[in-house]
């Protein structure tokens, strides 16, 4: 037997954010309600746990004192842009997809495609999503590999290899200052954690659309959203919008600091733009590809239901008006045999023009525009302002 519903869980509605140790936590200490309220006091406290105590401590260099520092703290594009631009987007994108979410998932039951007879079923998919959300044990595991992989992966690879304020190399050996030690062990520990949790969340929402995709749901394949009534789905990627740009200021610091300080050019970035764009499009539209398989069988169905149909249908009019002698009682002007013929070509077009997901090509569009624009500015340091603004009119005009 399933457990009983909270008041944030109706059968047609997933708070895939109201939930985990962390959440209860910030209740608990005020920084947050049962609807994500207090958002503001959020991203204030998180941001100045992170950042402050680095700009206090940048003041003691440490070890690194008497170094050639070629990267101060107030002059460091990664750390300011990471604390005081993308954490807070991670923080406003929980709101943002919280209220976005809940008209996205309830269309699944209002528009039909879950029938009554279904409902049961995918009310125990939305159970089995929450208590999955609800894990203790997912949130441990999180933390330590913020501590093991998380850990490695910042200080090898996304780093200035260059005396900073963080931490000077004496013998190829790093050594942290004051300032450093925090911002290794608590500031990256915490935006990371926040990060991942993300990632678990994309996951948990990834799930549940696979499960939601195995049910018999009820497709139609003239639907005029062109997506068998899927179409609604595609406003899950406006919700998305906070992540992508989070993701595109934290690759947008990371570039700015090895541009200026290791005298590297954008265009050395490449690789990294677009396996960012990769990872956007996957996280955002992969989830909804599941339901290609679906999508597919409707359209393949729908085109010779409506096929035969119209055969039917067309046949009939050509014996009415053309082969037997046509109606006298009746004339073609005005006739409503023309606008059903119309119509039926138009239904019989519907189907074939189907696609295979449920978005298109403007969302996967608008989610690299979206993930790149932090990354724009970053072309003034290979062209000046006023050749992008011509550039960009060239393209648009």
């Given at each position: 037997m399933n457990p009983p519903l909270d008041k944030n869980q109706q059968p047609d509605n997933l708070p895939l954010v109201l939930g985990g140790p962390l959440f209860q936590l910030l209740i608990r200490a005020r920084l947050c309600t049962d609807t994500l309220g207090l958002v503001r006091r959020r991203v204030i406290v998180f941001s100045l746990f992170a950042w402050m105590p680095l700009l206090l401590l940048s003041y003691f260099p440490g070890e690194s004192?008497?170094?050639?520092?070629?990267?101060?703290?107030?002059?460091?594009?990664?750390?300011?842009?990471?604390?005081?631009?993308?954490?807070?987007?991670?923080?406003?994108?929980?709101?943002?997809?919280?209220?976005?979410?809940?008209?996205?998932?309830?269309?699944?039951?209002?528009?039909?495609?879950?029938?009554?007879?279904?409902?049961?079923?995918?009310?125990?998919?939305?159970?089995?999503?929450?208590?999955?959300?609800?894990?203790?044990?997912?949130?441990?595991?999180?933390?330590?590999?913020?501590?093991?992989?998380?850990?490695?992966?910042?200080?090898?690879?996304?780093?200035?290899?260059?005396?900073?304020?963080?931490?000077?190399?004496?013998?190829?050996?790093?050594?942290?200052?004051?300032?450093?030690?925090?911002?290794?062990?608590?500031?990256?520990?915490?935006?990371?954690?926040?990060?991942y949790r993300w990632l678990f969340r994309i996951f948990i929402w990834a799930r549940f659309l696979w499960q939601v995709s195995r049910l018999d749901l009820h497709l139609v394949p003239t639907h005029p959203d062109r997506a068998g009534g899927l179409g609604f789905l595609a406003e899950s990627v406006t919700a998305f919008v906070p992540l992508l740009m989070a993701l595109g200021v934290l690759l947008a610091g990371m570039i700015a600091n090895k541009i200026f300080y290791e005298g590297l050019m954008l265009l050395s970035f490449k690789q990294e733009i677009i396996a960012t764009v990769v990872f956007a499009l996957l996280f955002t539209l992969g989830p909804l590809c599941v339901f290609a398989s679906k999508l597919t069988h409707t359209k393949r169905q729908g085109a010779l239901e409506y096929g035969a149909l119209a055969s039917s249908y067309v046949q009939e009019f050509d014996r009415k008006w053309l082969r037997d002698p046509p109606p006298q009682d009746e004339k073609l002007v005005g006739s409503s045999d023309i606008q059903s013929l119309n119509d039926m070509a138009g239904s019989f077009s519907v189907v074939q023009g189907m696609r295979l997901f449920p978005f298109d090509k403007a969302a996967v569009l608008q989610t690299a525009v979206v993930t790149l624009m932090p990354v724009l500015p970053l072309a003034l340091t290979m062209i000046s302002l006023e050749e992008l603004i011509k550039t960009l009119l060239g393209i648009l005009l």
């Open positions: 004192a008497g170094d050639d520092i070629k990267v101060p703290f107030l002059y460091d594009f990664e750390v300011h842009t990471r604390f005081l631009l993308s954490l807070p987007l991670l923080l406003v994108a929980e709101l943002v997809i919280h209220q976005r979410f809940r008209p996205v998932i309830q269309q699944f039951v209002k528009s039909g495609v879950v029938s009554p007879e279904i409902l049961p079923r995918f009310q125990a998919i939305i159970g089995s999503a929450l208590r999955l959300r609800n894990s203790v044990l997912i949130e441990v595991m999180l933390i330590i590999l913020v501590f093991t992989a998380g850990h490695y992966l910042w200080l090898h690879q996304a780093t200035v290899q260059t005396n900073t304020w963080v931490s000077v190399f004496v013998d190829g050996q790093r050594h942290l200052s004051p300032a450093g030690f925090w911002y290794v062990y608590v500031s990256i520990p915490v935006f990371q954690f926040l990060l």
